[in-house]
């Protein structure tokens, strides 16, 4: 087992800026290949996009996103973990450090609940000039029902030290990004990290984590965004000093340009979507819906607190939507509302408040690396007097 | 239960050419949007791969493709389909019209098998002009292990009347495209259809189909592109004519332009596929190797005939692959091959011959609508003297 000291240097040395190769003429390791762009999508945006795929819309209508339909983000290669050598490490400023089987996490108290992610990026592609890196749209979000044991349960085991200050949790991942290797690595405060609901999560809807999620055992850190809850994980350490690596300190920034130092993107924005009404046109995506009664359906969550209410806008006119049963407290919330559609075109909009008064914007909010866009979907949808097999277009 | 006459008359009515709506000033309904181009990629096209996801390369080294990682193609939403109301319904030119819930399916002997299905449009994005839809670039590509009853078994029991020359299979999904709304339909002449291996599946990897998948019935059709396996399965019907619905007689066509009739694509084009080596880099996805005895792995399939051979090229050098047993009739073969990596920069490109003599082209075949293109894979691979955490890019 490293020591605590040794573990911090090699972090500082392995993607600190001190060390760290300089990809670009800025003295700022890049975590985005180009500059922010207002032309079309390069090949290398599509193959993240393939790679790294949305939930699609239509999947809000189910409370659970299906295995396989839950959103990904993979900075680098998925990794071929065998379960049976593979140990948990917690080591650091801890006052016994520990290595822990899947035998041994699985004979521990289980805890279930349902939990939405979302990628820091959700949205990114709706801003312009559009920061050139996975172009999210809408579909970056999802909720699954996780299994695992709570982290304070086995950080009760190991004991912290009392100089702890935050602990950073290793996945298996490696790979190149702003020009130098490392492996992921996140770090949490102490006081986030060991208080409430953060899960070691080893089940994914009642199944063993799929390899693209984490097999065999990733982090679960409800409310915030997707980038804290590290997959494929293999070591935590209790460190004394605040994790500078690659992707705490560069990545995962609300910057206004590549070198403002910015702040660290944490807890999930109120945000609410809504499932396509009717059905899509192949290409353009847009729903087509017959006129009269129609049923809108979607969810809405936030990392500050429980959905307060959701408003949906038919073009430009409010309409409040009705709120299904609160799912726990780190599940999306259902929202309907009936609409009268007539014929012709339309903007449907949805817009969610919590209870810690946060609103969603009408506009985005415009960041270097294309964080955190939780501005109100805007949905342009066509409404024809019946929708039939052989219905033609107008 | 339809006359076979009747269900061959709706469906000329729903998607025929004689009825459809012109949404061009060509007479012949188009299945793609707009013209091939030269220009990047446009947000339908970011919007469709993020839906319509790949198999990310580097899960090539898995014999089965973990569910979620199989490449996706939905033309349009996910339906919603209850499995209790359920019920696949054979009709038409057949004796004895039936069906069948879920569980008399399940109820009657069932087969497990290995299938290696690949979409028809896979390495579309690869041509020059680009014909513009589902943009994929190599991972249109996936194997499971497919569970359920032999096609040939059910219409045994309903039989088929001697004038039969086609199967028609109808899914419950449906939406636009060439400017009209129909389901998902897609035919198979009668000997293609209940000779050999044509699963009706209802497991997927030894677990229930996902929604994504088809659930809860889909038809997986061996050795053909992934446009016959239809899915959300509700329905097959023997016609004496053939079919001409939108998705058989103007999507996925070899054609040369919007107004060729083209011929139909069939079976899948014998092609290999290699996992990077290495690591990758975020962004560029371009593999950074370290200097040394490198073993590349990929895999091969053909819809002709089994994997015979498969050379490695090295920078216009070629080697030959050591073939992996094979795998059932269905399944690709896996091959590997050990590469010395020299420093410096490398294209590494992968070629499969089948036992029907047919061999991948060194260039791709353009055709309009980007269909069959298994021209080699060409890798282009940095190695540095070593890669470790904190190794920088040159």
């Not at 040395?13 to 800025?26: D, L, R």
């Not at 290669?77 to 699985?106: C, H, N, Q, T």
Request: with cysteine; proline share 8%.
């Amino acid at each position: 087992m490293r020591t605590e000291e040794a573990h911090h240097q090699s972090m500082t040395t392995t993607a600190g800026p001190a060390h760290a190769a300089e990809p670009t003429a800025s003295s700022t390791p890049r975590p985005h290949a180009a500059e922010p762009t207002t032309g079309e999508f390069g090949r290398e945006e599509v193959l993240l996009a393939s790679r790294n795929h949305a939930m699609p819309l239509e999947l809000l209508r189910w409370e659970r996103t299906p295995a396989g339909m839950h959103f990904l983000v993979m900075h680098w290669d998925v990794p071929m973990v065998d379960p049976v050598a593979w140990r948990l490490k917690i080591g650091g400023a801890v006052v016994e450090p520990a290595e822990f089987s899947l035998a041994d996490l699985r004979a521990r108290d289980r805890m279930s609940m349902g939990v939405t992610l979302e990628c820091a990026g959700n949205g990114r592609s709706l801003l312009q000039p559009r920061p050139v890196s996975q172009p999210w749209v809408h579909g970056g979000v999802s909720t699954a029902e996780w299994t695992g044991i709570p982290l304070v349960a086995l950080m009760d085991e190991t004991g912290l030290r009392p100089d702890a200050v935050e602990l950073v949790f290793s996945g298996a991942d490696r790979g190149f990004q702003g020009g130098v290797a490392h492996a992921y690595e996140r770090s949490l405060p102490v006081r986030a990290a060991v208080s409430g609901d953060v899960l070691l999560a080893y089940e994914m809807n009642g199944q063993p984590l799929l390899p693209q999620h984490g097999f065999p055992l990733r982090l679960v850190v409800p409310g915030w965004y997707g980038m804290a809850s590290v997959k494929w994980l293999d070591r935590i350490d209790a460190v004394t000093q605040a994790f500078e690596g690659f992707q705490q300190r560069f990545a995962y920034r609300l910057q206004q340009d590549a070198d403002d130092p910015g702040e660290p993107v944490t807890r999930i924005r109120v945000r609410s979507l809504m499932a396509p009404p009717g059905i899509p046109d192949f290409f353009s995506r847009r729903p087509i819906v017959p006129a009269g009664a129609t049923k809108l359906r979607g969810r809405a969550w936030s990392g500050y607190g429980l959905i307060k209410s959701v408003q949906v806008g038919i073009d430009g006119r409010w309409l409040p939507a009705q709120l299904d049963e609160q799912d726990g407290r780190h599940a999306w919330r259902g929202w309907s509302c009936v609409w009268q559609a007539e014929e012709g075109d339309h903007e449907l909009i949805c817009r969610a408040e919590d209870d810690a008064g946060n609103i969603q914007p009408l506009e985005p909010e415009w960041n270097y690396q294309g964080m955190a866009n939780n501005a109100v979907q805007r949905l342009q949808v066509t409404v024809l007097p019946s929708v039939s097999d052989g219905t033609a277009l107008p």
